[in-house]
């Protein structure tokens, strides 16, 4: 349970703040991903990090900003955010060997309100 | 890319009751398909996975059978129980030679009553 971690849990913001969401993983991991949970969608993936370096961005606006400074922390920087963009906020990792198949274990999230 | 599709979206299911939630992929080359299990207010947490060298796998009352020729893979709860109430997602990898990527299904919100 404690291998994934996010903060804050809970996040209420405008739409002309600017937060950080923070996650770091205790796993050993070399891949880190960013995911959007909104009500009745499926989980959508919005950035992919391997080795601190992205391979996917997953066409996401220019208001979300990820930053890997090491294989064990994550950032999503928010800015301008839009009402739409309330959701849950879920990051994972996984080993990231890129040869074979592997489990992606997930955080607890930041549940994300835009005012 | 990748597209899942899930079904049902919702599943009512009396306690000791089998419950069976069934996905399609679109493609091919997907390799790796894992479901998740997510209680309210929690991270989705993994239940069991099958790889694509394999048609079925059983993790005590949990099952997943794979049938490659027609890209579809389901979900398999026999003797259900309160605590199986949850939301699950299926989820199909596409390896890009970097990082895994997962698309998911839109999930199946399972009740178990009693």
């Known amino acids: 349970e404690t291998g994934v971690t996010q903060t804050p849990r809970h996040l209420v913001m405008g739409m002309t703040n600017k937060k950080s969401l923070k996650c770091e993983q205790h796993?050993?991991?070399?891949?880190m991903y960013w995911y959007k949970q909104s009500a009745k969608k499926p989980l959508e993936l919005m950035f992919v990090?391997?080795?601190?370096?992205?391979?996917e961005n997953n066409s996401v606006p220019s208001r979300f900003s990820p930053e890997c400074p090491n294989s064990s922390h994550l950032f999503l920087h928010l800015h301008t955010l839009q009402p739409e963009d309330s959701a849950l906020y879920l990051c994972?990792?996984?080993?990231?060997?890129?040869?074979?198949?592997?489990?992606?274990?997930f955080g607890p999230g930041t549940r994300l309100l835009v005012l | 890319g990748e597209n899942v599709e899930q079904h049902p979206s919702t599943l009512s299911v009396q306690e000791g009751d089998s419950a069976v939630i069934k996905c399609t992929y679109s493609d091919s080359a997907s390799n790796y398909f894992p479901w998740y299990k997510q209680e309210l207010g929690k991270r989705p947490q993994l239940i069991i996975d099958i790889r694509s060298n394999v048609g079925e796998k059983k993790d005590q009352r949990i099952a997943v059978t794979l049938n490659k020729t027609a890209k579809h893979f389901s979900l398999h709860i026999t003797e259900t129980q309160p605590e199986d109430s949850a939301v699950y997602f299926c989820?199909?990898?596409?390896?890009?030679?970097?990082?895994?990527?997962?698309?998911f299904g839109t999930g199946t919100r399972l009740q178990v009553t009693l």
């Open positions: 989820a199909a990898l596409s390896n890009t030679g970097t990082a895994s990527k997962l698309t």
């Open positions: 990090y391997n080795f601190k370096e992205q391979t």
């Open positions: 994972a990792s996984s080993q990231g060997n890129g040869g074979a198949p592997e489990t992606q274990y």
């Open positions: 796993l050993g991991h070399n891949a």
